[in-house]
């Protein structure tokens, strides 16, 4: 799930009461109890899990382990049965990028190896150097000056915004039944923005400060750079906003800590105790080949008059780098193949055809589905549309982490709600009960939504996904929790079985206007 | 906190209700009054605190850390007006032991650094080496014949037993009232001790198998050992029973590691895919000095009659070599450096002599307090008493983690009960208010107990201790809470002025007798 554009699409919708009485949604029972035989009894989606996970590696857009992932899940759901199944370039991405090594210690006072790993897209130190550190504390732009000059051929230590706290509440939590019934409800009205845009304001001058930071350490000739984005107990977080443009400025070495380790190291600066780190990190970058891709393969649809209609469900497959991603996204993806495996295991013969997308590089910015909906579907910018934009039916997203389905999120479209309240109903038993008519972000559905196609995320139990899993360095296997990502295989399939089964599409919001051009 | 001696000590104590009506015990409110203020306003705690841990590193028994926090500590104490401060060797420990490197980290299929310490006590790999991985699993030792042969040259990774899990549950909690209560209650009578003799039996061939292996592991020429001991999400924890004696037979590089880490090259390897394995730790032994310490310090008596009696306070200064060992046990050495310091900040005259120390050598089995108490005191294996026994009030102790107190275990000595309940009464609008009747064990206060001396160990809040700080890589800093650490330091100092102060020593409970010579 990717991150920055949380605060735009946080608002809720606060559109009134829901949908008139329609035709009562028909759906096949049998083929429901199929699906949560197969999915349930017979599942592989653990592994699937294990080889998106441990066996691709971490899945940084651009890198090898992406690669390896893109090759297996193309192999496997051909293997599956599936058609047309592809590794298919949606346009130019940037430079690959992968560590090859990672290694950080304190080396005085005394040596204390520490947790941390090289921020992406950046460089490698070109064999270990050991130096000695500087810590840099500002909150303006003018707070920079006192250090110019200080910090050639040093290590900079920036600092903790957020420092570790012992925590009296649980990691993982799942939703209450009292939450599920407020969310239920329509959002309401925010009338007063001021929150966020002050909020957005605050970042956006953080991000200001810490380019100008970026640049005085590279023209006073630092050596690397420490810097941490929190966590705690051996977790940290990586984050985003690294260049990996083919024509990006060069950056210096950096690492993305432990906030204890930096802690450690800051307060024996400031104690007047001289430190000394050692940091040993090796990247790659590759330039070859410079495009991003989806993965993508079918069911093909049976019905004469529907198989040109297309039923879409998908998640990410590229991750952050520190970890192998298994909450964000591994947990999505073989969620959404275990749904399509399920469908070829029950010989579902769909009307509609069945395609998957695992897309690719999310985490910068939706670029693979964004890119996948302008190519075949139509350009929000201009809302200039295709012909397959009327043949598409709906489309599916998980990216929520790996906790099971509560729910889904209408999106504000008040002519699915009542559909999707029938076609939740087999699952009530387990726990998927709510469809709210509100918006949720952060993820690929906005890419179908931003030119008014039916794109859905589905309402999942956050687990330990904020506290411990979400862009850190221990989004690994074990996170994943094989019963909640088996009720999710067998929803995810029966959605998706239904919509390529009904004899309308499901129903659309009005179409967007195209962005006025500024003037 | 030492771990092994757990399961002998964890028997509560069953007999019945408790002592007679005494004299009412004399506190002398003023000087409680004056101790809360320089504790609570002019803290110095946590820059004690920050000496042990940050400045002078793990301090593992023996090494160099524990030296800096000997040096640090004596010096210190002298220089806050205590007299007969001393590093004061106790007799034979064993080598001396540091971390000079440590690097661990997967390199095929794919690189990846992953977390974890070399076990102490284990030499390093003299530079790096790579090499492939044999996963070793056995129940028994039968089960380990069929690696005869396969193991040489490899890096040998054996299994996990405790996966992590997913967590419900708070990491830090506190006691409540009801929990207090129920605590201040003889425990009940525990008849069938089945459960811990079984368990005690399993202990024991485990750590047999594991002596087996180990031959096995050396006989066979494997390169380096990976194993782990529970713990997650970055948190590893770190294992006793590494040999430490001059004389102690060679073992091989072995790495305590991160479940996680161990759990993907396991789960890699039982997919048949080849996994390789870089480390490189170097780790330095020093045996020119095989003492071991207790630091020792005095607020000298300043009543004629009583000045020869003293009261004791004390904590222990070692720690494992993963992390400073900030709740294990910095946080106790501090409470009680900050208690002494406070007594003479409020320039306390005590009647009889305060003496603090800081023990070495805890965690292999409380050496320092021990050999302090045997050379001082007495020899609990004959009960030959030495004159000073009769001249110690009390002790007291500190040693499970970084919890404010809730109050005093009375270790079975019905005598003390009233006289303790009266002392807490100044506290019980800061949570501490309990007195049990019962044990504890597992630290220093036992070298006390178990020759007839009166000595205690306070109760704790139990924060992270069992889950995240107690002998793990996250034993830091960032885990002691600065507020519950002032409540300590006020209430251990006028524990302690109290019992400088009263007319009688503490009751004592009837000597042990001398355990029977084996036949």
Redesign the interface.
Known sequence: MQKLVYLAVAYGLSTAAPALAQQAEKVDQAMIAKIKDEGLNRSQVMKTA?YLT??S??RLAGS??LK?AHEWTQKQMAQWGLVNSKIDPWGTFGRGW??????V?MTA?????M?G?PKAWTPGTNGAIKKQIVLVKATTEADLDKYKGQLRDKIVLTEVAS??K?????????YTDEELLKMAAPAEARPARQGNDDAMAAYRARLALRTKMAELFMQEGAAAVLSTRGG?????FTSNGAPYAADAKPVLPEIEM???DQ??LI??VE?G?PVEVEMDTKTKFQTQDLRGYNVIAEIPGTDKKLKNEVVMLGAHIDSWHAA?GATDNAAGCAVMMEAVRILKAVDAKPRRTIRIALWGEEEQGLHGSRNYVKNNFGDPATMKLLPAHEKLAGYFNLDNGSGKIRGIYAQGNEGVQPIFTEWLKPFADMGATTVTPRNTGGTDHLAFDAVGLPGFQFIQDG??YNT?THHT??D????L?ADDLKQASVIVASFVYNAAMRDQKLPRKALPQAPQPKS
């Open positions: 294990f441990d066996v590696g971490p090898e382990g390896r992968d560590i090859e090594k990672s290694y210690a006072p005394y040596y204390h190896n947790i790993a420092e570790p012992t925590t009296f509440a649980a990691d993982a939590k799942r705690s107990h051996g977790t940290f432990a906030p204890e802690l450690r307060r024996l104690a105790i192998t687990l330990d411990r360095n221990q690994t296997y074990e996170r929790q």
